[in-house]
């Protein structure tokens, strides 16, 4: 038996060669091309450490004077060992970092003051040794007129970047290291921040060479 079925697609394949035309099958939809899509997604920003820290009141040092100064909220940060924008930040923006605990002295002259800190395991913070094992960092040593170069360098910063501190005692001390060309007695501004909140600005005179302890706090 012949089999006209193929008999019929023979012929329609001739009649395409022969015509050099395309045959679109009945019924057949072509796809349409392709379409690429650009979209640009933001990253979401990386987590706000949260503290949640009790501290007590500072005990200060004799002729350490508590400075009564307000702050504006929302307002500017300048660099000068406040903080000036009341959110619990010092001197935000200005290239040291801030954490459950912050710490901030500056002054008013090109001397080279140096901050100590003792923290609750007995180590102490300074020039010397920049890092605690309690997570305490020394991010800024400024030398005054000693270092002109020196962006910010008549304020010195340190700060814990873990969200809960150590608990125990912490002490901190200014040392007049130098008068770098004849600074003499210098007015310093130490500002003390835990768990997102100032808990004491300060005012104190030292004169070239003079240590003090100018305060203690305590976490339980």
Known sequence: MK?????IV??????????????RAHGYVEPPPPVTISAQVDAPPPPTIQASVQVGQPTL??????????CTQGGPDPCNGLDDNCNGVIDEG???????IQITSAWNTGADIDMYVTDPSGTVISYQNTQSPTGGFLDHDARGNCRR????????????????PPSGAYRV???????????GPTLTTLSIAVGGRIIGQYNVTLAPSQELEIAQFSIP
Request: glycine residues 12%.
């Open 94 to 100: 200005c290239g040291y970092q801030s954490g459950a």
């Open 61 to 70: 040092a004799t002729g350490v004077t508590v400075i009564q100064s307000s």
């Open 10 to 23: 023979i012929a329609l394949a001739g009649v395409y060669l022969l015509s050099g035309c395309a045959v």
């Open 173 to 183: 001390k200014l040392h007049y290291w130098g008068e770098c060309g004849g600074a």
């Open 149 to 164: 170069d020196q962006a910010n360098n008549r304020i010195e910063n340190i700060f814990w970047n873990s969200p809960q």
């Open 3 to 7: 089999n006209y079925a193929i008999d």
